[in-house]
């Protein structure tokens, strides 16, 4: 089993940049596929999620009162063709400067990918 994460960069505040996650190794259109990411000291925490078909989606932040809240920014998306999930981001802010992770979980069952850092500066 494999998730490799591509895309991560540097990027300006309000600037925008797309990842990618590659799947290999398990059947990918069973499994929802999440974005993670670690902000400097903080513990990582879940940004987005997608159904295995796609039809369903939700973001960190859609019910609560969030600071980093990414929803009306970031977009997800898969392609169960191509085995590979994507995080668009827009009108990135500094505080969304984290190690981004990949993640596929069917029931008990969890994968992750190794991570690919976004550093939003000026």
């Known amino acids: 089993v494999q998730l490799v994460e591509s895309g991560g960069g540097l990027v300006h505040p309000g600037g925008s940049l797309r990842l990618s996650c590659a799947a290999s190794?398990?059947?990918?259109?069973?499994?929802?596929m999440n974005w993670y990411r670690q902000r400097p000291g903080k513990e990582r925490e879940l940004v987005a999620s997608?159904?295995?078909?796609?039809?369903?989606?939700?973001?960190?932040?859609?019910?609560?009162d969030y600071v980093g809240s990414v929803k009306g920014r970031f977009t997800i998306s898969r392609d169960n063709a191509k085995n590979t999930v994507y995080l668009q981001m827009n009108s990135l802010k500094p505080e969304d400067t984290a190690v981004y992770y990949c993640?596929?979980?069917?029931?008990?069952?969890?994968?992750w990918g190794q991570g690919t850092q976004v550093t939003v500066s000026s």
């Open positions: 993640n596929a979980r069917r029931s008990t069952v969890v994968y």
């Open positions: 190794g398990f059947t990918f259109s069973r499994y929802v």
């Open positions: 997608i159904s295995g078909s796609g039809g369903s989606t939700d973001y960190v932040g859609s019910s609560t």
